[in-house]
């Protein structure tokens, strides 16, 4: 299986600043016949099944902020959250879809700070 | 707009069985994919079992295979879970998801449900 290892775990950043979130996969999960990187993001707030955010490494999901980037590729990914706001606090996990069994990172607590 | 409902969960206790539910609606369930992951208190997620969108082929965790069995009823718009032997590490809630490619299944979980906490203790 595909290991996801995200940095840090917890993070704490003041309103208003950008956070930044890692994930790393044990193997690449780009495709080279079609140049895509299988990588997600998700967002679950307290109490709440986890949001699609981010898909193909930096493709947002509809109706997401553009405040929310993603970037990388190969074994190596960003999630980027620029002017944070009170409403982005949550555990943020990465997710490889480049083979089953699909596997996440263990996840960032983001709280502000 | 796509609603995915479980249900099921409950206590029961080492080696019983169980079985969950999850109702689809605001999407045409035959050609979607679907999937089970789980998530014990506190902890992170686990991708648990994926069926394709006929039932056709089954794909399950190395920690679940062997104990459980996912299957789906297009009459009844519905994905099921059945679990054996049922261990204190299965404790979690266990989420409904939809494959957010039609046809071919990708992985990617674009429809969560709210989930249904099953407890295994004695």
């Known amino acids: 299986d595909i290991v996801m290892t995200q940095s840090p775990d917890s993070l704490a950043v003041s309103l208003g600043e950008r956070a930044t979130i890692n994930c790393k996969s044990s193997?690449?999960?780009?495709?080279?016949?079609?140049?895509?990187?299988?990588l997600a993001w998700y967002q679950q707030k307290p109490g709440q099944p986890p949001k699609l955010l981010i898909y193909w490494a930096s493709t947002r999901e509809s109706g997401v902020p553009d405040r929310f980037s993603g970037s990388g590729s190969g074994t190596d990914f960003t999630l980027t959250i620029t002017s944070l706001q009170a409403e982005d606090v949550a555990v943020y996990y990465c997710q490889q879809y480049y083979r089953t069994p699909a596997t996440f990172g263990q996840g960032t607590k983001l709280e502000i700070k | 707009e796509v609603q995915l409902v479980e249900s099921g969960g409950v206590v029961v206790q080492p080696g019983g069985s169980l079985r969950l539910s999850c109702a689809a609606s605001g999407f045409t369930f035959d050609d979607y994919a679907m999937h089970w992951v789980r998530q014990a208190p506190g902890k992170g997620l686990e991708w648990v079992s994926l069926i394709t969108l006929d039932g056709g082929s089954t794909y399950y965790a190395d920690s679940v295979r062997g104990r459980f069995t996912i299957s789906r009823d297009s009459s009844k718009n519905s994905l099921y879970l059945q679990m054996n032997s049922l261990r204190v590490e299965d404790t979690a809630l266990y989420y409904c998801t939809k494959d957010r490619d039609s046809g071919v299944y990708s992985d990617l979980l674009d429809y969560w449900g709210q989930g249904t906490l099953v407890t295994v203790s004695s």
């Open positions: 193997q690449s999960v780009l495709y080279s016949s079609n140049n895509k990187n299988y």
